[in-house]
T-cell receptor, first 116, second 116 residues
Framework: GAVVSQHPSWVICKSGTSVKIECRSL??????MFWYRQFPKQSLMLMAT?????????EQGVEKDKFLINHASLTLSTLTVTSAHPEDSSFYIC????????????FGSGTRLTVV | AQTVTQSQPEMSVQEAETVTLSCTYD???????LFWYKQPPSRQMILVIR??????QNATENRFSVNFQKAAKSFSLKISDSQLGDAAMYFC?????????????FGTGTRLQVTL
């Protein structure tokens, strides 16, 4: 079936540094990638939508300059958390729609980011 | 904007028993999809069941079935013959059928405990 590979699974970084999270569609082309953030014991909140070949669309309240999203190819979308701070610590999940037949979504395995 | 509401933060069921998780949603659209996702401790999102709004017949997947009441905007999940492996967070989700990729809007989730 359709697989989205997300790396890294977990990362610890120092405050003020940048972290890049990658999501690759392994056996299908993902023209769109959704990026979600999930705080402990909370739901998934959409941060932004990336589209191959165009600028990402950010949800209200999400800082574009802090969360840089690039959809470099039909199989790769990246989220870079710039100048990370402890409040950016969270679980980040990517999801590509439309793969695997029918109207479905394929999720990456998530990245746990801890900023110290 | 579409909203999804899960009014049960936690539910508990005994092994082999049946449990129903509630979900209501609000939308002005007539063509959309509804989903139930399971998130175990690994935090990998797993699709449990999917319902197309234009279909009157309730979706079923083995031990999982839904009660879709379009007029009432209700979409409950019934788990029959509960198993220990069913213990997880369950999220109800909505996506609009726009013909192209559409984001998922998630409810706040219900934590299901399965006891012996």
């Amino acid at each position: 079936g359709a697989v989205v590979s997300q790396h890294p699974s977990w990362v610890i970084c120092k405050s003020g540094t940048s972290v890049k999270i990658e999501c690759r569609s392994l056996d299908f082309q993902a023209t769109t990638m959704f990026w979600y953030r999930q705080f402990p014991k909370q739901s998934l909140m959409l941060m932004a939508t990336s589209n191959e070949g165009s600028k990402a669309t950010y949800e209200q309240g999400v800082e574009k300059d802090k969360f840089l999203i690039n959809h470099a190819s039909l199989t790769l979308s990246t989220l870079t958390v710039t100048s990370a701070h402890p409040e950016d610590s969270s679980f980040y999940i990517c999801s590509a729609p439309g793969a695997g037949g029918g109207y479905g979504y394929t999720f990456g395995s998530g990245t746990r980011l801890t900023v110290v | 904007a579409q909203t999804v509401t899960q009014s049960q933060p936690e539910m508990s069921v005994q092994e082999a028993e049946t449990v129903t998780l509630s979900c209501t949603y609000d939308t002005s659209e007539s063509d959309y999809y509804l989903f139930w996702y399971k998130q175990p401790p690994s935090r990998q999102m797993i699709l449990v069941i999917r319902q197309e709004a234009y279909k009157q017949q309730n979706a079923t997947e083995n031990r999982f079935s839904v009660n879709f009441q379009k007029a009432a905007k209700s979409f409950s999940l019934k788990i029959s013959d509960s198993q220990l492996g069913d213990a997880a967070m369950y999220f109800c989700a909505y996506s609009q059928n726009t013909g192209t990729a559409s984001k998922l809007t998630f409810g706040t989730g219900t934590r299901l405990q399965v006891t012996l």
